[in-house]
């Protein structure tokens, strides 16, 4: 049975602009242009974030307040407030526009869909560290999972296994490789990811202190932004810049939006991340023809498997520089260049956007079914 006029309310709680909400935005504008009629309620209300940028491109979007809950009793206190308020006006959503689907972007998002909601429900999992007890909750409540890897899908429950769908996150990987490199940055060895602790900013800096040891005339980028209220691991960052004494060879640029230039222009691009659940800056490094150089685990290891323009290494300091001297003159060898483009192919918000839109029919056509 044909399904047409899907419609699906997306729902996404992060106050800040991250990976996950780069990435609703891709998937939001490639299934309107599939003829899915969507909605967005996000939380993101920075410069430039899900809000502004849903409402430059006349995408029907309410913004909500949610916060980042810690765990804390702090944090559970406003994660019951949120989820009230967000599930109050759900309802009044439902009511009024009947979609078909919602659409949590994130596990965190699908902990606002109140149980009593009387619609499907998508979440969307980009996160490998969300508790095993959460992900049982909201599997109680899910019709389908999106998993963006398969180390994130390992993470679900056997019991909800049928309903995990692996859905590779989709970047217009056509557009990023038109970018033109910022030659201000020409040669450095790159770590592009927000300044929060797991991101390996530490280990990067390790790392590259021994690179200097036999590249003395190597430079290194650190591109990412401060999330709002927490400064904290910039300020580690400098610190540690200090103690290896790399504060006149590392530049930071925390006000970047779009660091395909900076990537473009890349010696190689490292990922020292060990549990990424995805990847996002990989497959932009890949699509842009640079090397890239990631530690074992998560998304990287799945991009990188098997890929010529890539290096898999153990998450140490010394492991990690012996994968970036080992790629240095990688990205003047137009083999490497060409195998980098030819797998960042792979993640094209074309194939992202068929997977989710067969997902859906799926759902809307076993709604229908009597």
Not at 47 to 56: K, N, S, T, Y
Not at 200 to 206: A, K, N, V, Y
Request: proline share 6%; with cysteine.
């Amino acid at each position: 049975m044909a399904v047409t006029g899907i419609r699906v309310l997306y729902l996404d709680c992060a106050p800040f602009s991250g990976g996950a909400q780069r990435s609703l935005l891709t998937m939001v504008r490639a299934l309107r242009e599939d003829g899915v009629e969507v909605q967005v309620l996000a939380a993101d209300l920075t410069p430039d974030g899900v809000v502004e940028q849903c409402l430059r491109a006349e995408i029907p979007v309410t913004a909500i307040r949610s916060r980042h809950w810690s765990r804390t009793p702090l944090g559970l206190w406003q994660f019951l407030v949120d989820r009230q308020r967000v599930g109050r006006l759900l309802r009044e959503r439902i009511a009024s526009w009947r979609p078909h689907l919602i659409h949590a972007n994130t596990v965190r998002a699908a902990l606002l869909v109140p149980r009593q909601v009387d619609c499907p429900l998508v979440v969307h999992d980009r996160d490998l560290r969300a508790p095993w007890m959460v992900r049982r909750s909201v599997a109680a409540r899910a019709q389908a999972i999106l998993a963006i890897g398969g180390a994130v899908a390992e993470r679900w429950p056997a019991c909800c296994a049928q309903r995990v769908q692996l859905v590779p996150n989709g970047l217009e990987v056509e557009s990023i490789a038109r970018a033109l490199p910022d030659s201000a940055y020409a040669g450095q060895v790159a770590l592009v990811g927000d300044f929060v602790p797991w991101k390996g900013h530490e280990l990067f800096l390790r790392a590259f202190a021994r690179v200097r040891e036999q590249r003395p005339a190597a430079r290194a980028l650190l591109v990412g932004r401060v999330r709002e209220g927490d400064s904290a691991c910039l300020a580690d960052v400098r610190r540690l810049l200090a103690e290896l004494r790399l504060a006149d060879h590392v530049t930071i640029l925390d006000s970047v939006t779009c660091a395909w230039p900076q990537i473009a222009a890349c010696r190689v691009l490292v990922s020292a991340a060990g549990d990424e659940p995805f990847g996002r800056t990989v497959v932009e490094a890949l699509a842009l023809g640079r090397p890239v150089v990631a530690v074992r685990g998560g998304g990287p290891e799945e991009i990188l498997a098997g890929c010529p323009a890539g290096r898999l290494v153990e998450g140490a300091p010394d492991a990690l520089a012996e994968g970036i001297l080992a790629a240095w003159d990688w990205g003047d060898d137009p083999a490497i260049s060409a195998a980098a483009r030819e797998r960042a192919a792979c993640f094209s918000v074309r194939r992202m956007g068929e997977r989710i839109h067969a997902v859906y029919r799926s759902l809307v056509t076993a709604g229908r079914e009597p």
